[in-house]
């Protein structure tokens, strides 16, 4: 699962060859979030969309916790002591899935993903222009507006196949 | 008109997971990227575990029962996480953006045409490849006027 909004902003980054051997790595890891959602659909298809969501936050729980042990102890205020809103995000990853199993097998994966891309950049583009959800109000230059445009079009495209 | 549905349904799901990740980045600031995933795959988990037992039918085919190839989808997941924890200081979350998203389209892209992992095939058609272009312009739209902004 990925984002687009913090990853839009540009980050000085250091130039070295590391860069270079990162970047495939970067791209694969991308890749690989594809091949999660290429394996969700068929497998909801057949054992259920919860049940092939549970094996992804199951799966997914066991193996952070062997890591978070072998990790040895962590920095930071334990996960007891943190305000309870910051835990709403376990309520909508499984959302986030359950969609993904559902869409695959009807639009494909490419196009789930642009769909996906397109509800994070018109959630930016529209929290900051209206200052929804307490947002501060923010003016969306010219550029924005264009991209959500574009976007707006390849929904179009994909809902016309 | 159910695609349409589907798609707005699926576009929402994008707006819902950019909240998350926003919740989700402040918690990791403070308790580490470890922790705070555990927490959401284990809180995802419960809610789904609970969804389970009230509202899903029961299924001819169980989940032990399906080739464990199939169950491997959460790897790749973790995996992802684990590459951007260490990537992204060094290219920097722009690049590592770009570079996921390329990543995410061209594999969709080969899954879809060739039907891999069990899925339908689709075949590339010419306004699957224009709907590509779009979100290509958009996306280099969106970055022009993030770093205007900074």
């Not at chain 1, 307490?134 to 003016?139: E, H, I, M, P």
């Not at chain 2, 989808?73 to 684990?82: D, I, T």
Request: net charge positive.
């Amino acid at each position: 699962m990925q984002t687009l909004d913090e990853g839009m902003v540009a980050a000085p980054a250091k130039r070295s060859v590391l860069r270079l051997l990162l970047l495939p790595l970067v791209i694969l890891a991308g890749m690989g979030l594809s091949v999660e959602a290429g394996l969700l659909g068929p497998l909801g298809e057949q054992v259920g969309h919860l049940w092939a969501t549970l094996s992804i936050f199951g799966v997914g729980s066991a193996i952070l916790f062997l890591l978070l042990l072998f990790a040895g102890p962590q920095k930071g205020p334990a996960l007891t002591e943190l305000p309870r809103w910051q835990l709403i995000g376990g309520f909508l990853g499984p959302i986030y899935v359950v969609v993904l199993t559902l869409a695959t097998p009807h639009i494909g994966i490419a196009m789930t993903m642009i769909a996906i891309l397109s509800g994070q950049v018109g959630k930016s583009v529209l929290i900051d222009h209206f200052g929804w959800f307490g947002a501060t109000r923010k003016k969306v230059n010219g550029e924005r507006w264009l991209a959500l445009g574009l976007i707006v079009v390849a929904l179009v495209l994909i809902a016309r196949g | 008109m159910g695609l349409v549905i589907l798609l707005a349904v699926v576009v929402l799901a994008g707006a819902v997971l950019s909240v998350q990740a926003a919740i989700n980045g402040r918690l990791g600031e403070t308790v580490g990227v470890l922790r705070s995933s555990l927490l959401t795959f284990a809180v995802g988990a419960l809610v789904t575990g609970l969804l389970i037992v009230f509202f899903e039918p029961a299924q001819a085919v169980s989940l032990l029962e399906v080739p464990k190839w199939q169950l491997t989808g959460a790897l790749f997941g973790v995996v992802y996480m684990m590459v951007m924890v260490g990537a992204v200081p060094v290219v920097g979350t722009a690049v590592a953006t770009v570079a996921v998203i390329v990543g995410q389209l061209g594999m969709g892209m080969l899954i879809d045409n060739f039907g891999w992992l069990g899925n339908p095939a689709i075949g590339l058609s010419s306004s699957r490849m224009l709907a590509m272009g779009c979100l290509a312009v958009a996306l280099v739209f969106m970055y022009r006027s993030t770093r205007q902004a900074q």
